[in-house]
């Protein structure tokens, strides 16, 4: 069995660009959350898909976007990039959506933005 | 309003010592509760995880944690630290209707020789 797999792993783009982060998910697992994790403090919600179609959003902005594949792939697009955008981007794999699937995560890209 | 609180920071422990980490929530019925860590270049790993039942739970690394619903915690423990376990921890929760979880702060565990 793989495990989450995401990529690059490290990036660096100025202020306006746009960037676009790539996960893998385990295979088999139909779900992925994406989570923004700022330097200093714990992961936060951005959204998640189930079989490719958007499940739930937290309290980000629509120029973060994402799309999930048939083949356990999955993207996140941050548009007009700004300073604090500048984090470790996390993406969870699980089976389904219930709760008591666990959620298994990847390493991790860090973005900076200059 | 909801939230997960690590009050301790970071926390110095001796190798072979105990270590002990907080963790409040403030919800209105009693979330899923998680604890997960994270190394220094990795991902979040799941360390153990609280649903329902036995409100001491065992997992994986030698930790545990209890569940105390009066206190509206889930603190984590391990009898003896090795080095390996530096770390920072963050524990997380889960509502049974929602789909997201939400991490504290978390703790950063330096373990010295």
């Known amino acids: 069995e793989t495990g989450v797999t995401q990529s690059p792993t490290h990036l660096i783009k100025t202020r306006g660009q746009q960037v676009t982060l790539r996960c893998s998910s385990q295979s088999g697992h139909n779900t992925v959350s994406w989570y923004q994790q700022a330097l200093g403090q714990g992961p936060q919600f951005i959204f998640q898909?189930?079989?490719?179609?958007?499940?739930g959003r937290g309290n980000f902005p629509p120029r973060f976007s994402g799309l999930q594949f048939p083949n356990y792939s999955s993207e996140l697009n941050v548009n007009a990039l700004e300073l604090d955008d500048s984090a470790l981007y996390l993406c969870?794999?699980?089976?389904?959506?219930?709760?008591?699937?666990?959620?298994?995560f990847g390493p991790g890209t860090r973005l900076t933005v200059l | 309003a909801q939230s997960v609180t690590q009050p301790d920071i970071h926390i110095t422990v001796s190798e072979g010592a105990s270590l002990e980490l907080r963790c409040n929530y403030s919800?209105?019925?009693?979330?899923?509760l998680f604890w997960y860590v994270q190394s220094p270049g990795q991902g979040l790993q799941l360390l153990l995880k609280y649903f329902s039942g036995d409100t001491l739970v065992q997992g994986i690394k030698g930790f545990e944690a209890e569940f105390k619903r009066s206190q509206s915690s889930f603190n984590l423990r391990k009898p003896s630290v090795h080095w390996s376990d530096a770390a920072e921890y963050f524990c997380?929760?889960?509502?049974?209707?929602?789909?997201?979880?939400?991490f504290g702060a978390g703790t950063t565990v330096t373990v010295r020789a």
């Open positions: 969870a794999s699980s089976l389904y959506i219930r709760p008591t699937d666990t959620q298994y």
């Open positions: 919800y209105g019925a009693t979330p899923y």
């Open positions: 997380a929760v889960l509502i049974s209707n929602d789909y997201k979880l939400s």
């Open positions: 898909y189930y079989r490719e179609e958007e499940n």
